[in-house]
């Protein structure tokens, strides 16, 4: 029998099935085979999810070191970078008389490319807020749908899944936002711009050394959609980057980027300038923000931890609660928050100074190229999660 | 340029964890000392063949791109191999050749490690002739020149060295510890 054409004996999860079972705080068993380096910069996370990593080349002599390891009772789900490691070794697997061995299709590739829509709310006006989770990589873009038209704020690289949601609802994108100049993920705002007509808008303080045409997001510039009775009204909150601008929503949504999240703040390091934006970024968490009505749906552009997911699959809160709840609007002394926010972050984003170029538009790298720049978490946040 | 190996492995065009495995039962097959070039395609080849070399202890040589094809090179080693005793008795240590070859003096460095090993790094000028072959092209060398015989550790250069003074060579020095720990210059293929 050839290597190649073994009988497929385990069966294939989707990223959207695994999701389901990351939202649903699901039990599972993982067993990541790809090399340890990888592994440990990035994997799987899930409150009920148990994983363990044993490379597929520590298994070519035999399985029998992850049979050891791998209890009975559970779903087992065999994950490698792309999949063909995880589909060898689950075969294996499966044939020494294991049951519920899965792979995940496409692997840890496909796995941070991922978007599961989720609908947030509806709006007064007429019309919906849909959350696009990109699970793998914590990252949140927003679709705001209205009378035949849509907005997409911060959108992911993958354009795709976007353009399939607004065919499916007929519905037109029309604008596409960027709270600021990303530094951990490539936009894909200006592409999808490009392929639906729509207007592409950015906060100019963050577009100084952008090379191609865009919008300027101003202050009480609002960005109607739809018959008009949906706006989308830019708030300056700078402090992350010095462009940051927050979207407030129907009056019921508050988008805050990477200024605030659920469990943590932005960090403002990764423009490198994090001593002169210390007193921006508390400004706008603590005035800008503290002086919002606390009723607010916060929606952030990023999650940390996967418990910050709700049932659903969706990431929000209120914004009054977050002032209780949030350690980073909770610093009471202004030396301690310039502290938090400046020593000891996490580790910088991966590629994070090329991910920032290709969003300016000065260096074109290919797929290939941008998917291995967008490898890893996202840090973004200071506290590290 | 195509550097002389013992074995080639061609993986081209096939996924992870296809590169490795044919690697692996190739290996399996060379004797210790002789070096294997993979050639693939998939770019997680990069990464999987140097944790796989460190995690069986084989000796990682270096990757080198060509278009869309990566070529690495693995060096078969043992783990437990034998250490063998340092017989040669006229050794220079590194930073000594270092010192010669920053000066005036016109000396001639013999590196007897294998062509790919050569590839990833080598003294400046030095020629390379593998142990293997050191017996069939003893003409390259000029008698009674100075000659300093280097290789990884020290190991097979001890050997070379033995082997040169058994046929009439002369000024003949083992460099040690040898290119593991070479802080000097060093050339790429």
Redesign the interface.
């Known amino acids: 029998m050839s290597e190649e054409t073994k009988p497929t004996t385990i069966t294939r999860m989707t990223p959207h099935e695994l999701t389901q079972i990351v939202a649903g705080h699901e039990e599972l068993f993982i067993l990541d085979v790809r090399n340890e380096t990888e592994f440990n910069d990035w994997k799987i996370e899930g409150e009920k999810i148990e994983i363990i990593n044993i490379p597929y080349f520590d298994l070519l002599d035999g399985i029998e070191p992850a049979l050891e390891q791998i209890p009975d009772h559970k779903r087992l789900l065999v994950v490698c970078a792309k999949e063909g490691s995880s589909q060898f070794i689950g075969e294996q697997i499966a044939e020494a008389g294991r049951e519920n061995v899965y792979y995940l299709e496409g692997g840890m590739k496909l796995w941070s490319e991922h978007l599961e829509p989720v609908k947030i709310g509806d709006l007064m006006s007429g019309g919906e807020v849909y959350q696009f989770v990109r699970i793998g990589k914590g990252c949140l873009s927003y679709m705001v749908v209205s009378d035949g038209e849509a907005v997409v704020i911060d959108s992911a690289r993958m354009i795709q899944p976007y353009l399939d949601f607004a065919q499916a609802r007929d519905v037109q994108i029309k604008h596409v936002l960027d709270t600021h100049l990303h530094a951990d993920h490539i936009s894909g705002g200006r592409e999808l711009s490009n392929v639906t007509g729509a207007a592409y808008w950015l906060p100019p303080k963050d577009a100084d050394e952008v090379t191609y045409p865009y919008n300027e997001l101003v202050e009480n510039g609002d960005i109607r959609i739809g018959t008009g009775n949906v706006n989308v009204h830019p708030i300056y909150t700078p402090g992350h980057t010095i462009g940051s601008t927050s979207f407030l929503i129907d009056d019921q949504y508050l988008l805050t980027g990477d200024i605030l999240f659920i469990a943590s703040i932005g960090r403002p390091d990764l423009a490198g300038k994090a001593e002169d934006w210390v007193s921006d970024l508390r400004n706008s968490l603590y005035e800008l923000y503290g002086g919002l009505p606390e009723h607010l749906i916060v929606l952030p552009a990023h999650f940390g931890k996967v418990n910050e997911l709700d049932v659903q699959g969706k990431v929000w809160a209120k914004l009054g609660d977050l002032f209780s709840t949030n350690p980073g609007l909770n610093i009471k002394d202004e030396t301690d928050f310039r502290k938090t926010v400046t020593e000891n972050l996490p580790p910088q984003p991966n590629a994070y100074q090329e991910i920032r170029q290709t969003n300016m538009g000065k260096i074109n790298p290919d797929e290939e190229e941008q998917r291995e720049m967008e490898i890893g978490p996202n840090r973004c946040a200071v506290h590290d999660n | 340029m195509d550097i002389k190996v013992d074995r080639v492995v061609d993986a081209q065009g096939l996924?992870?964890?296809?590169p490795?495995?044919r690697t692996?039962k190739a290996m399996n097959e060379l004797n210790t000392g002789q070096v294997l070039e993979l050639q693939a395609t998939d770019?997680?080849s990069v990464?999987?063949i140097q944790?796989?070399a460190n995690?069986t202890g084989h000796q990682f040589l270096g990757t080198k791109q060509e278009g869309h094809v990566y070529r690495h090179y693995v060096r078969k080693s043992e783990p437990d191999e034998v250490k063998e005793e340092m017989t040669f008795p006229h050794t220079v240590h590194n930073d000594e050749l270092e010192r010669l070859l920053n000066g005036n003096t016109e000396i001639r460095v013999v590196d007897v490690r294998e062509p790919a090993e050569y590839a990833f790094g080598h003294v400046k000028n030095a020629l390379n002739i593998p142990l293997g072959e050191l017996e069939q092209r003893l003409g390259e060398l000029i008698p009674g020149s100075e000659l300093y015989i280097i290789c990884r550790t020290g190991n097979r250069s001890n050997l070379a060295a033995n082997l040169l003074e058994e046929k009439g060579f002369k000024n003949i020095k083992n460099v040690v510890p040898g290119m593991s720990q070479w802080n000097g210059d060093v050339e790429r293929d």
């Open positions: 996924a992870c964890p296809m490795i495995v692996k770019k997680g990464a999987d944790a796989w995690s």
